[in-house]
Nanobody
Framework: QVQLVESGGGSVQAGGSLRLSCAAS??????MGWFRQAPGKEREGVAS????????YYADSVKGRFTISQDKAKNTLYLQMNSLKPEDTAVYYC????????????????????????WGQGTQATVSS
C-alpha cells in the first residue's frame, strides 16, 4: 500500500524556519518532490530530488531559502524552509514517481505535478508578517 505522510507544518513569523518531513512506504520511487497549494491557486512545484543520485531542482521562488534532502535509512524526505515569507503560506504536499533520472533533461524542464503518481495528504505551513 502506497503511503506518503507529511509532518512538520505549523505557523511561524516571516524570517523564521520550518522543516517538513515525508515518511514514505510501499511506493516504488526514483524521484520525490514537494509541491504547495495556496488558497485559490494552482498546486505548484517547490523542489524535487532524484533519490538514487541526489539531483535536485528548485522553483526560482525558493532557491537559496529551501533545501530538499532525504534520509534513505529512514525512507524519509525533508524540506528545510528558511527565511520564510508570507507568500510561502500554503498546504505542502509530498509526492513520488518512478521516472528515469534523465526525464527532466529530456523534457528541458523540472518535474511537474502531472509527472507524479503518489501523493501525501498535505501539511499546512503558515507564515505571518
Amino acid at each position: 500500500q502506497v503511503q506518503l505522510v507529511e509532518s512538520g507544518g505549523g505557523s511561524v513569523q516571516a524570517g523564521g524556519s520550518l522543516r517538513l518531513s515525508c515518511a514514505a512506504s510501499g511506493v516504488s520511487k526514483s524521484w520525490m518532490g514537494w509541491f504547495r497549494q495556496a488558497p485559490g491557486k494552482e498546486r505548484e512545484g517547490v523542489a524535487s530530488i532524484y533519490i538514487r543520485g541526489g539531483i535536485t531542482y528548485y522553483a526560482d521562488s525558493v532557491k537559496g531559502r529551501f533545501t530538499i534532502s532525504q534520509d534513505k535509512a529512514k525512507n524519509t524526505l525533508y524540506l528545510q524552509m528558511n527565511s520564510l515569507k508570507p507568500e510561502d503560506t500554503a498546504v505542502y504536499y509530498c509526492a513520488a514517481t518512478n521516472l528515469a533520472w534523465w526525464f527532466p533533461l529530456q523534457r528541458c524542464r523540472s518535474l511537474e505535478k502531472a509527472d507524479f503518481g503518489a501523493w501525501g495528504q498535505g501539511t499546512q505551513a503558515t507564515v505571518s508578517s
